[in-house]
């Protein structure tokens, strides 16, 4: 089995991408994305964590979290949320899943893959390039043809707070 190896490090700044299992396209759905945001809100009580940009597709999602300055744990936080959303909706998102030997053996759900990826951010140009590629992604995706057509993205926030003009990424 592979050893993943993860830099852990007190209240730095993390890109991650996280995607359903199968690449099923269920978070979009309405039921998924109140439930995400319910077990976000849920782990940031009990963990907090800074939420920097995001963007929700129907198969992942990107987001840069920043964490507190005593505090490296973003494992914890994002496995977490993943169980949280997976009691949550699990038995009401009908998906046709194959149960594996190992998954069945972990108890663990068809509902996101295994892993997660992510990265820890060095520096503020690191920071906007993964800001800009969280929200030129539905674009990316073919998903819709202006960055603000897509409603589930901070894109929104950014330009409401004037880091992006209106019409950036045009």
Known sequence: MAEYRREYCQGATYFFTQVTCDRQPWLCDDMARVALRQAIKKVRRKRPFQIDAFVLLPDHFHCLWTLPENDG???????LVKSDVTRSIGDRLNLETRTTPSR???????LWQRRFWEHRVRNEEEFAAYCDYIHINP????????????????IHRFIQKGIYSPNWGR
């Open 104 to 110: 069945e053996a972990r108890r663990e759900r068809n």
């Open 73 to 79: 744990d973003f494992s914890t936080r994002m496995r």
């Open 139 to 154: 674009v990316k995706h073919g998903l819709c043809k202006s960055l603000t057509d897509w409603q589930w993205s901070s």
